[in-house]
């Protein structure tokens, strides 16, 4: 198995590809297009992208690249984040004059960031890029906000530890492919849809699944490119999209709201993580 993602290694999309195949063949990627096309035209069978931060909230460039493209979502991960200041050996705190990290990575340790004076926050297309970046370049006066395994890849220390602003930092990814990648069952399907700009059109939208007691887990709503105050509407249901009241509510939806695609239907992490846990149980 081949599995795409983007960073350098020693990313948290790394870790989140090791997560869905321990022995998968990993391909790196700079951006999340690059991540679609390795998936969409080769090498790679399988995509990991971050789509939601506990703390920073969601990743919007990859909604947007889920309605750009026609690969399915097939599967979830959700991962820990723990971030670390991470500099050249020797290097001191006080004498840091620049911090690089992704958007996400920054905005995830603000709190932290806020302590440091006289310091440039710079944002970059990657954690453990950034952490390359400062080992490549000896930047003696500059940090990165990464992973621990991104200081061992690179050989930088960490000058503070578990700076992310909460403790439970969690970050779920979704996984893209042409075809499902295990025998898991799917108990959830994510949506993308339009609604008319008229009264109570959100409310019927909200009503199909809640007249079938079928739970909505998210709503996102985003612009749609070219079209001036009018949005995509991406959900998750916490349902198969064959269960029969998802299937009632999915169709009922498409009475009314002039597009409708299901982004895909696959299980959830805590079920995937039930039935590992289910297996190792039965080996012993």
């Not at 390795?38 to 690249?65: C, F, K, M, T």
């Not at 710079?122 to 990464?146: C, E, F, P």
């Not at 621990?148 to 439970?168: N, T």
């Not at 009475?255 to 995937?272: D, H, I, N, Q, T």
Request: proline share 5%; with cysteine; glycine share 8%.
């Amino acid at each position: 198995m081949r599995i795409a993602y983007q960073g350098e290694p020693g990313a948290f999309s790394e870790a989140a590809s090791r997560a869905v195949s321990a022995d998968a063949q990993l391909v790196g990627c700079r951006s999340f297009e690059e991540v679609f096309a390795a998936v969409e035209q080769g090498p790679a069978g399988y995509g990991v992208l971050p789509i939601e931060n506990s703390i920073g909230g969601s990743i919007h460039r990859n909604y947007d690249l889920l309605v750009e493209h026609h690969l399915p979502i097939v599967g979830e991960v959700e991962l820990p984040i723990v971030h670390h200041l991470l500099a050249l050996p020797g290097v001191a705190i006080g004498g840091l004059r620049r911090i690089y990290s992704h958007p996400q990575g920054l905005a995830q340790c603000e709190r932290f960031l806020r302590t440091l004076s006289g310091v440039e926050i710079i944002a970059t297309y990657d954690t453990a890029g950034s952490a390359k970046m400062v080992a490549d370049q000896q930047l003696r006066d500059a940090a990165a906000i990464a992973s621990a395994r991104a200081g061992e890849v690179f050989g930088l220390e960490p000058l503070a530890s578990g700076i992310q602003d909460y403790e439970h930092n969690v970050t779920r990814f979704i996984v893209i492919g042409r075809r499902p990648f295990d025998a898991s069952v799917a108990d959830k399907t994510s949506i993308v849809f339009t609604l008319p700009n008229e009264p109570g059109s959100l409310f019927k939208a909200l009503s199909a699944f809640a007249l079938r007691s079928v739970d909505l887990t998210k709503l996102e709503s985003r612009p749609m490119p070219g079209r001036a105050w009018e949005y995509l509407f991406y959900a998750d249901v916490a349902a198969a999209r064959d269960e029969l009241p998802c299937a009632r509510a999915l169709t009922h939806l498409a009475e009314f709201a002039p597009m409708l695609r299901v982004l895909g239907s696959y299980a959830s992490w805590k079920r995937r993580e039930a039935r590992r846990a289910d297996s190792v149980e039965a080996a012993r």
